[in-house]
């Protein structure tokens, strides 16, 4: 049960002179749903999203097919101001912003624009429009380039839209770690909020799918089907061979509990705990207590939970074999004999590899199986690996109740992050 001594084994805690952080919306572009309740329903369904790429020609490629999110029209989120100068990651961001604030109720006016933030995670979002930029200016000219698109080459640029379009005045910051860079945006929104500098923050992650991300990751034979065998994407299966890689933007709308309460808002999950690190060993690191060891057991001490607590865990396990095995282990090492009965699934298996996003989009998953008591499966899996031996929900969505979930984030380079979530 949770500890309610503020006396715990890493020292005192204050919890209870803290701010409780709880979600009040979700705003979701992804390959498999537009919204928060078509997203739920395509886990449920256990649907994927891939598709033949048609944003740009894979025809030199091995591999054609990606999380693309299809036919994705931004005016009816945002209107059509300035839409042509908006690149692709700015468009997914801006449009799940749109829905998380409609989704919420959120009123963001005079009043309550200082005290509402923007916290943003990616990584990718600006390589395709530097190279198209700096293509201009290396074949034309400097004098020839479009300064109009010039914004969209820097990494800050999806954040500082969302502030603009919606005219939020308060703190705006990018996070870009990487794999956990929306969970790590989602933990610095939170912190804010319990600091008492806003009351309420958008907080996710974009990432959009470019030909020179995807040309990087074929190149290094990082994606499955890279070798020209059929591409699939199936978490801890001992067929797992690479990455399907994808696209999308989660929002969450973040807010502190008096404010939620205040305004009268619906609560779908609280945030009750987090926990990051870093081990430069990443998934090599097997051996003894990894970054995500540590990560998983600050964000139960936070919460004042203990590993018997935990009911699902929503894992970042990508379909590579080094990460996915690497988590299992670090899961077994945490939770002991419990980590057998805590049923754990990849969504990744349904909306593939979406990097920054991927974290936010996790978290949003974890939401849902709280709020409608139905955990999202691990598609795809059919063979067991004996080095991922754990309960990871196979092909079906699974009916069961659940107070608490973990959504961990972590990377092949040592960045890992774990959130706590708790039904209201």
Request: with cysteine; aromatic share 8%; proline share 5%.
């Amino acid at each position: 049960m949770p500890r309610t001594e503020k006396e715990t084994k890493q020292g005192v805690q204050t919890r209870d002179t803290e701010r409780d952080i709880v979600v009040t919306g979700i705003g979701i572009i992804s390959a498999i749903g537009i919204g928060k309740d078509a997203y739920w329903k395509g886990l449920e369904q256990g649907r994927h999203g891939f598709r033949d790429i048609s944003i740009f020609d894979t025809s030199e490629f091995n591999v054609h097919v990606g999380g693309e999110v299809p036919d994705f029209d931004p005016e009816p989120y945002i209107g059509k101001k300035d839409l042509r100068i908006l690149d692709r990651s700015t468009k997914l961001v801006t449009s799940a912003a749109r829905l998380a604030i409609d989704d919420a109720g959120l009123d963001i006016n005079e009043e309550s624009t200082h005290y509402t933030g923007v916290s943003v995670g990616t990584t990718f979002g600006s390589l395709h429009s530097i190279a198209q930029f700096d293509l201009t200016g290396l074949t034309e000219g400097p004098r020839f380039v479009n300064p109009s698109l010039f914004p969209n080459t820097v990494i800050n640029s999806p954040a500082s839209q969302v502030s603009i379009r919606f005219r939020i005045k308060g703190f705006n910051t990018t996070v870009s770690t990487g794999f956990c860079a929306s969970l790590d945006a989602v933990v610095y929104a939170a912190d804010f909020i319990r600091l008492r500098r806003v009351e309420a923050v958008l907080a996710g992650g974009v990432e959009e799918l470019c030909e020179e991300t995807f040309r990087g990751f074929h190149t290094l034979g990082f994606l499955s089907g890279a070798d020209g065998s059929p591409p699939v994407c199936c978490p801890f299966d001992a067929r797992r061979n690479g990455i399907i890689f994808s696209e999308g933007a989660a929002v969450l709308i973040l807010e502190s509990g008096e404010h939620a309460l205040r305004r009268g808002a619906t609560v779908l999950a609280k945030v009750s705990g987090y926990g990051n690190s870093f081990d430069p060993a990443g998934c090599k690191g097997r051996d003894n207590d990894n970054g995500l060891c540590t990560a998983v057991k600050l964000a139960l001490n936070e919460a004042s939970l203990d590993p018997e607590d935990i009911d699902y865990i929503s894992a970042s396990a990508n379909s590579t074999q080094e990460l996915d095995s690497m988590e299992t282990e670090a899961l077994k090492k945490v939770f002991g004999k419990h980590a057998y009965a805590i049923p754990v699934s990849s969504i990744k298996s349904m909306v593939g590899e979406t990097f920054s996003a991927s974290g936010a989009l996790s978290l949003s998953a974890a939401v849902g199986a709280i709020s409608n008591g139905l955990l999202p499966p691990t598609i795809n899996y059919s063979e067991k690996d004996p080095e991922c031996d754990l309960d990871y929900v196979p092909n079906k969505a699974r009916k069961k109740s659940i107070r608490t979930a973990l959504v961990i984030s972590s990377d092949p380079y040592g960045n890992s992050t774990a959130v706590v979530l708790e039904r209201p």
